[in-house]
């Protein structure tokens, strides 16, 4: 049984929460909280509070046991983009790009992760 979280338009590009995601990808879940309290990354925090709530989503809706949760996908998405103007000399603006994603964090058993590592590996 698998059990996912979604966080929608996070102010943060996808490459650097990318560098967070690469960090916890199919890691127990007490280990990926443990690192992810520690890493000193804006992702991180985003990161945290999605796996939280995927871990409540599988104790609470499916009756998992939290002690046998390890993470099966972690994944980011690419979010609506900001465009603002900075005004430049001559009557010029240049354009200012704030970008923004969307984060998924994806929990199941031991057993089920395993199985997804050994047949998705490359």
Not at 34 to 43: I, M, V
Not at 56 to 70: F, G, P, R
Request: with cysteine; hydrophobic share 40%.
């Amino acid at each position: 049984m698998q059990t996912k979280s979604v966080i929608k338009s996070v102010r943060m590009s996808t490459f650097k929460a990318r560098l967070v995601a690469d960090k916890i990808r199919g890691m127990h879940v007490s280990k990926a909280i443990d690192t992810l309290e520690h890493l000193n990354k804006k992702a991180a925090k985003h990161f945290l509070k999605a796996l939280l709530s995927a871990i409540a989503n599988a104790e609470n809706n499916h009756d998992m046991d939290i002690d046998e949760l390890s993470i099966v996908e972690v994944y980011v998405d690419q979010g609506p983009v900001m465009k603002r103007m900075m005004p430049r000399a001559r009557g010029r603006g240049d354009r200012i790009l704030k970008p923004s994603c969307h984060l998924t964090v994806v929990v199941g058993d031991l057993s089920t992760a395993t199985v997804l590592n050994q047949s998705g590996d490359k």
